[in-house]
């Protein structure tokens, strides 16, 4: 059983910036990727970034130039360096594990206020 375990949510202003961790535990395929999705009020989930075993990475435009993506391999955890956050990256923040299988985290909520 693949676990998913979220932290570093919060309240942040306008500009400021957050860090998401999430780290996995439970039986791993060494190959596989590690990502984060958002899903804002009466919206449906989309991708913010994610990050392969092998180091390759996406970014959602919206997000591009303002949050990194990185991950330590070794401890099976994610990272998401959030900054110059907006309003509009106000969502649940969920963690994603693809490795033939694909598991999610609980969430993690960010509020951007003005």
């Known amino acids: 059983q693949v676990q998913l375990v979220e932290s570093g949510g919060g309240l942040v202003q306008a500009g400021g910036s957050l860090r998401l961790s999430c780290a996995a535990s439970?039986?791993?395929?060494?190959?596989?990727?590690m990502g984060w999705y958002r899903q804002a009020p009466g919206k449906q989930r989309e991708l913010v970034a994610f990050?392969?075993?092998?180091?390759?990475?996406k970014y959602a435009d919206s997000v591009q130039g303002r949050f990194t993506i990185s991950r330590d391999n070794a401890k099976n955890t994610v990272y998401l360096q959030m900054n110059s956050l907006k309003r509009e990256d106000t969502g649940v923040y969920y963690c994603?594990?693809?490795?033939?299988?694909?598991?999610w985290g609980q969430g993690t909520q960010v509020t951007v206020s003005s």
């Open positions: 990050m392969t075993s092998s180091g390759s990475t």
């Open positions: 994603n594990l693809h490795d033939g299988s694909g598991y």
């Open positions: 439970g039986s791993i395929f060494s190959i596989n990727t």
